[in-house]
């Protein structure tokens, strides 16, 4: 995904369903950007009538139980943003405002599909611009317990290696990599949809999560199998979600990264906290532009700081 100019969305778009915690309903649009303009979004339609814009950035997230938050719950939050910013940069999108009528993201089938086809109805178009990277200088990692996400060098674009290790027999252990591209994501990863085992249900319901889970957006793991009765997507659909969660979390480094990814039992708070890990070190990363990728100064903002992350598995 090396391209050498900046992208937007030819005209706006938009989606409405509800959210998978909340089960509230919720409008969004999409509208193009002018280049640097990068991904924000909008909230509208809060107390007072005030809206806000807040930015898609590892500096702005302040939640990562079950889902990724950012924004500030009591001023103006947005939540479970994580499948747009993965549709986003898996197809290489740059500058976007995202118009939202609530504090959650519509879940619509669980997983990036429906963005990536309500983008196809308006095409992408170029900035005129050229397109910036976060290139990866040397090895970062975050780990919690046994589970770890870690950066390192690579040359080619950026590559993505997820393992994930559950209990349960019906998700068990799994391993899939990958080099993202526009195309990879669509084949690969676009269709990958959240999953939860069916004995968390309960719990999650008394904590204020899952109200807008079901099988119409969510892959149902019982004690037996999987409940959907048209079975998964992909054979190993699981490990494919969590990796479209990780392209949706390091999306919000600002830019596209050059480098690899590694995740062993990750989750949205390690995502984060590998990014909290990187730019927490100036010498792990540099600027680089366009096709000719020539190394520049590191911008003093890329170095935000980023607030402590908890881990959590996913729904």
């Known amino acids: 995904m090396r391209t050498s100019q900046q992208t937007t969305l030819r005209s706006a778009v938009s989606l409405s369903g509800i959210g998978v915690h909340s089960g509230n309903p919720v409008s969004i649009t999409l509208h193009p950007r002018e ?15 005030r809206d806000r814009l807040i930015k898609a950035h590892h500096s702005q997230v302040s939640a990562t139980e079950l889902c990724t938050v950012i924004g500030d719950r009591h001023t103006g939050a947005v939540a479970t943003i994580e499948h ?68 390192r060098p690579y040359e080619r674009g950026f590559r993505l290696d997820v393992e994930i290790d559950f209990e349960s027999p019906v998700i068990g252990r799994s391993r899939k990599s ?27 319901w008394k904590a204020g999560f899952a109200l807008g889970a079901s099988l119409e957006n969510t892959v149902a793991v019982g004690d037996g199998g999987v409940v959907n009765p048209e079975g998964l997507r992909y054979p190993d ?44 070190d100036r010498t792990s990363y540099a600027l680089v532009e366009g096709a000719s990728a020539r190394r520049e100064p590191v911008l003093a903002d890329l170095g935000a700081a980023l607030g402590a992350a908890a881990y959590a598995p996913d729904l």
């Open 237 to 280: 659909e699981f490990v494919r979600h969590k990796l479209l969660d990780a392209v949706g979390d390091l999306a919000l480094a600002g830019l596209p990264i050059l480098g690899a990814y590694r995740s062993y039992c990750g989750g949205h708070g390690l995502n984060v906290a590998v990014l909290d890990a990187l730019f927490a």
């Open 84 to 151: 747009l910013m993965s549709a986003l940069r898996g197809l290489g999108i740059d500058n976007v405002l995202v118009e939202i009528d609530g504090p959650e993201m519509p879940i619509l089938d669980g997983s990036s599909a429906p963005f990536v086809a309500a983008i196809d109805t308006v095409g992408i178009a170029t900035c005129g611009a050229p397109r910036r990277f976060i290139k990866i200088l040397k090895p970062v990692r975050a780990e919690k317990g046994r589970a770890f996400a870690e950066l």
């Open 178 to 204: 990958l080099d993202l591209t526009p195309a990879a994501y669509r084949r690969e990863i676009a269709r990958a949809r959240t999953f939860g085992m069916m004995r968390d249900v309960e719990r999650y």
């Open 35 to 49: 280049a640097n303009d990068g991904i924000e979004f909008l909230r509208t339609r809060m107390p007072g009538g």
